[in-house]
């Protein structure tokens, strides 16, 4: 089974504008991180921002947010005020704390802001 | 301050040929260390990843092997590639320091091109 799933292949938005992008985990360690990376045509991998299962307030970084839903085990990124250097790649990992430490990877959410 | 070294950036092997790819860490002890390929406009696959040395864990079977001879360097390694090897290949390194922030850092990446 998939342990990370972003069902969105390609996204657009109008600059200025703010933007979700879909991530869902599947794991039965009660601890684990969720993260959120970018990847610019470059191909380098920029960390934006974390969360931990047992965060009680969701996570902030700048225009980036995480909108956690731990019940339905989704962590979703909102960027708000997209700017036309937010066009990339954008990737959802999980860490399982007890089961080895090892990052999954979702298929990744293409990003194109508009003009 | 730590950083990650991944070289070559580009590399164009003939299908047959061996390979190998290094990655050290710097500014950090005992990393957690990590191959991921990428193939064209796709996720994020775990090949390998280390808790230390000479501890291995693959993710997928594969013709591809990895080692670790020393504490920061991580080598990719293959007697004889596929042209499936083609891809975009990262090393990443973390820490586990709990339940903190603990994200995985990117080298540059490999563009591997087998012909």
């Known amino acids: 089974a998939q342990k990370i799933t972003q069902t969105q292949p390609g996204m657009f938005v109008q600059e200025k504008e703010a933007v979700t992008l879909d991530c869902t985990y599947d794991t039965s360690d009660p601890s684990y991180g969720l993260f959120w990376y970018k990847q610019p045509s470059s191909g380098e991998m920029i960390f934006l921002i974390y969360q931990g299962s047992y965060d009680q307030q969701n996570a902030t970084e700048g225009r980036y947010s995480l909108n956690f839903q731990k019940a339905r085990k989704s962590a979703n990124l909102v960027i708000s005020a997209s700017q036309l250097g937010d066009s990339a790649m954008y990737f959802c990992a999980m860490r399982e704390w007890d089961t080895g430490n090892q990052f999954y990877f979702g298929t990744g959410t293409s990003l194109t802001v508009i003009p | 301050s730590q950083t990650i070294h991944q070289w070559p950036a580009t590399l164009v092997q003939p299908v047959g040929s061996p390979l190998s790819l290094e990655c050290t860490v710097e500014?950090?002890?005992?990393?957690?260390l990590y191959w991921y390929r990428q193939a064209a406009g796709r996720g994020l696959q775990l090949l390998f990843y280390s808790v230390g040395i000479g501890q291995i864990s693959s993710e997928v079977p594969q013709n591809l092997s990895a080692s670790r001879p020393q504490d920061r360097q991580f080598i990719l390694s293959s007697k004889k590639l596929l042209l499936s090897d083609s891809g975009f290949y990262l090393c990443a390194w973390s820490v586990l320091t709990g339940l903190k922030n603990t994200e995985a850092f990117f080298g540059q990446g490999t563009r591997l091109t087998v012909v």
């Open positions: 500014g950090t002890s005992n990393p957690n």
